[in-house]
Structures are given as C-alpha cells and as structure tokens.
C-alpha cells in the first residue's frame, strides 16, 4: 500500500497537479496580475529546463528519482501542470464564481490561460515528435494518433494564446474574438482525448508489466477514472450552460419584440 501512495505521489498527474497548483494561484494571485510577464517567462524558463533534463537523462540513463523536486519536474515535463491549469479555465466558462476563492480566481482566468498554454506547448512540441518517430510495428498505430493529437493541439492552440493577451485582445472585435474561441472547445476534447491515448496505451504496450506492479497498475487506472470524470463533468456543464444562455437569448428577444409591438400599437392609437 504505501508503495503505491508512493507512487502516486511522484508519478500521478492530475491529482499533485491539483494539490500544488490551485492553491498556488489562489496565494499568488494578487502578484501574478501585477507581474504577469515575469510569470510567463519564469514558466518558459521551467518547462525548457525541465524537458533539457530529460532529454540529458535519456540519453546518459541517470533519472534522479530520489530526489526531492522529482515529482514537480515531472508533472513539467509530462504536461500536467498545463492540463491542471486548463482544466481550471475550462471550469472556470461554466461554473459562476460564486465564493470569494473562485471569484478572485476567475479574476486572472486570462493569466492562468496563458501559463496553461506555455505549459503545455513544450510538452507536446518534444513529446510530440516522440510520438512521430518512436512508433514501432506492433503499436504504430497509437503512436500515430499521439502525434497528430498533438499536432492538433499546437495548430489550435498557439491563436488561442496569442489572442489571449489582453492587448491582442482588446485590439480585436469582439464578435470576432469569440468567434476565434470558439475553437477552445475543440481544444478542450483533443487535449482529453491525448491524455487519455496516453494511458490507453500505456496498457496496450505495458499490459503485462502492469499485472505484475500493481503501482502502475493503480496510476492507470485510477488516472482514466480521474480524467474521464472531468472531461465528463464539463461536458455536462458546458450543454446544460450553453442551454440556458440560449434560453435567456431567445426570452430577451420574445421581450424585445413584444416591446416593440407594444410600442407600435401605442403609435397607431
């Protein structure tokens, strides 16, 4: 049992992405608007120090797993930390902020975009190009469709996060902003999709390892639980959201129009 704590502790990433991130930005969040640049460039310089590390530990087989900023370098360099804090902004569009936590959160929902996205990009641009070239002929297949996932998160994903600058922003026409946004729900179910390819092939490939280490075996799963149920919820939200929006839409317009007869028939008398 304490192996598999153990475990999760170092390698699980939704659940210590939640537990250090979240809170961090609640802390954090008066200085991260005040100073935004100096965030994002500290969030560059992690994730490219972080993939460097893996790359040098890759190619010598030394991974320093014993050591105490293991776990947090890696949930960098998987790209939890950018899916902890996108999950944040995709809750964020259909939950009202409604407690002083979640209404001064949503007060750096622009910040917290970009970050995720700094965060994610140097992920998926290295482990992207992994999925490309380490396919090999029995499990090609999922190797291909990491890669193009990936691709499509990247091509969505970099007008997302230059329009999410205030300037570029506020240079741009509303309509045609969110028009552009729109896109971020396609974002939203690629990037599900990916993480769960991730761990559907983790079995696929390592089936028989993870019989036999029930740690990994727990991750796994406890993993497509954990990720399944958040993209579920959203969903959920995001129609039934959707669907009152378009409700109090269509009730502004009967009124409108209803006004507007009403002020015709008061012209005619």
């Known amino acids: ?25 609640f802390l954090l969040r008066k200085n991260i608007r005040k100073h935004a640049v100096w965030y994002y460039l500290g969030a560059t310089i992690l994730c490219f120090l972080s993939i460097g590390m893996e790359i040098h530990w890759g190619l010598t087989d030394t991974y320093p797993t014993e050591t105490w900023w293991w776990p947090i370098n890696s949930q960098i360099r998987r790209g939890s930390f950018g899916f902890v804090l996108f999950t944040v902004v995709m809750f964020q ?3 009202k902020p409604w407690n002083t936590v979640t209404k001064q959160l949503y007060a750096i929902r622009g910040e917290i975009s970009i970050l995720a996205c700094i965060f994610s990009f140097a992920h998926l641009m ?12 029995e499990f090609e297949l999922p190797y291909e469709i990491l890669f193009y996932t990936s691709l499509a998160l ?7 996060f230059i329009t999410s600058f205030k300037k570029i922003r506020f240079s741009m026409k509303a309509a045609a902003w969110q028009k552009l946004h729109k896109w971020s729900y396609a974002f939203y179910f690629i ?26 075996l727990v ?14 919820v959203y969903t959920v939200l995001r129609i039934k959201t959707d669907r009152n929006r378009r409700e109090k839409e269509k009730l ?18």
């Not at 290295?126 to 002929?137: A, E, R």
């Not at 990247?154 to 997302?160: E, N, S, T, Y």
């Not at 991750?219 to 579920?232: A, H, Q």
């Open 126 to 137: 290295v482990y992207g190009l992994g999925y490309f070239y380490g396919g090999d002929d």
């Open 93 to 95: 569009g259909v939950i």
């Open 252 to 269: 502004r317009e009967e009124r409108r129009r209803a006004h507007e007869r009403g002020m015709s028939l008061h012209a005619d008398s």
């Open 1 to 25: 049992m304490l192996t598999v704590l153990k475990f999760l502790y170092e390698e699980n990433q939704i659940i210590f992405g939640f537990a250090a991130l979240v809170p961090l930005l």
């Open 219 to 232: 991750d796994t799963y406890l993993s497509l639980v954990l990720y399944t149920g958040i993209f579920v």
């Open 154 to 160: 990247l091509l969505i994903g970099i007008p997302l």
């Open 191 to 216: 990037l599900f999709a990916n993480v769960i390819l991730v761990f559907v092939r983790r079995i696929l490939v390592f089936g028989e390892y993870l019989e036999k280490e029930p740690a990994y």
